[in-house]
């Protein structure tokens, strides 16, 4: 199975240059395990390690 974790590529300037855009929704499993304590509460934040696949799916995109 193939997860992809960009869902939009915006601009694209082939072999120099790729934005990406990944869409964040509370729907996804991997956001109630990562919480970060706020003066007003708390708030649900993108692990780093799915942050850099997305930028290596990117960037894969870009060299391909």
Do not use: F, Y
């Amino acid at each position: 199975m193939r997860w992809m974790w960009i869902d939009q590529i915006v601009e694209h300037e082939p072999g120099r240059r790729l934005c990406a855009v990944k869409n964040v929704s509370l729907s996804e499993e991997h956001l109630h395990d990562h919480m970060v304590a706020l003066e007003g509460g708390t708030a649900c934040v993108m692990p780093a390690s799915l942050m850099i696949e997305g930028m290596a799916q990117t960037a894969g995109i870009l060299v391909g």
